[in-house]
């Protein structure tokens, strides 16, 4: 079956009880025992599991092709999951540009929970190589990377890591299962915050993980999720549920805009760089490329004059939000140094944009009358 089917029907099934074509919500907590004790559901709390969270994960593992879905609260939930469910004293090898939060769980929350951290270029596989250590069990990529839109060539980094005997994680937010499939290239995980181009209407919070494997990884997170209590309540999963069914309409909307976003910008006198992987001089473009299938909605750009000029240009764009997360309807500009902590990474003169819904035309007018020049 084609994406877009799949996308439309995957744990779609009229509910059984009703015939409701719009899945149930079932906000119950608690859900009976049989007079012998035993569960005739398989279903015994909320937090554990609940009937409409398993619907979205069916959904989900068959849009990543997954054997094993979990879905959370939140995608910092899902990366946190994932991270205290590997073996103790473990060390992760991470890209270097990096969702700033999962960088902030690496630099401050790693010595507490007894792992360690290792920061590497991941476009370049050499470097990966050299930077793979005795006791690396992870290495944990994202592809295109937030918020420098890096393309990691995800093949021959799972093969490196395989051979080390390391599990490849890939954050595929920016690309979701529309655009790149993590797992047929090799990825042992894929994480999503859900948050963003799943959910896809700025109004519901959640995280993924799709396995490739029902495993012992798989299996330690399902209980972590569970004991920590990063579960998620079932109406965001029925929101997510329902994001799910436009993904690819609104990813190929999302991509195409981008593109001319980008195209315009790379011609303005106004701006320094452009990163978008759909631009042939992007450096990740050919393996972007051959992976994905298609660019993204999401760039940033570095405007010519430093930090007041980016925060100007924000401050006079009036179609997009100055607002940060990304992947709704609505096109958003953000200056990343500013909400990274004390100690940003991000080029001062970079702003993020996620490009929406609007109309390619209103959105290149915002940004040719905000650069001015
Ligand atoms: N991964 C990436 C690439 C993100 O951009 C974000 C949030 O912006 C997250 C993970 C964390 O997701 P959430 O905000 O849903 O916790």
Known sequence: MRFETLAVHAGGAPDAETGALAPPIHLSTTFEHAPDGHLPHGLIYQRYDNPTQQRLEAALAALDGARRSLFFATGMAAAATLLQALPAGSRVLFQRDLYHGVR????????????????????????????LRPDTACVWVESPSNPLLQIVDIATIAEL?????????????????????????????????????????????????????????????????????????????????????SLPARMAMHC??????????????QVETVHYPG????PGHAVAARQMRDFGGMLSLQVRGGREAALAVAGRLRLFHNATSLGGCESLVEHRASVEGPQPVSPQNLLRLSIGLEHADDLIADLAQALGG
């Open 279 to 282: 631009l042939a001089t992007h």
């Open 256 to 269: 195409a805009h981008a593109r001319r976003v980008a195209d315009f910008l790379a011609a303005h006198p």
């Open 104 to 131: 902030a769980l690496a630099q401050h929350e790693f010595p507490r929970w007894g792992l360690s951290a290792d920061f590497v270029d991941a476009t370049d596989p050499d470097a990966v190589r050299t930077a």
């Open 161 to 245: 890591a395989h051979a080390h005997g390391a599990r490849l994680v890939v954050d595929g937010t920016f690309a979701t299962p529309a655009l790149q499939q993590p797992l047929a290239l090799g990825a042992d995980v894929v994480l999503h915050s859900a948050t963003k181009y799943l959910g896809g209407h700025s109004d519901v919070m959640g995280g993924v993980l799709n396995f490739a494997a029902a495993d012992d990884l798989a299996a330690r997170a399902w209980d972590i999720r569970k004991l920590h209590g990063g579960s998620a309540n079932p109406f965001a999963a029925w929101l997510v549920l329902r994001g799910l069914r």
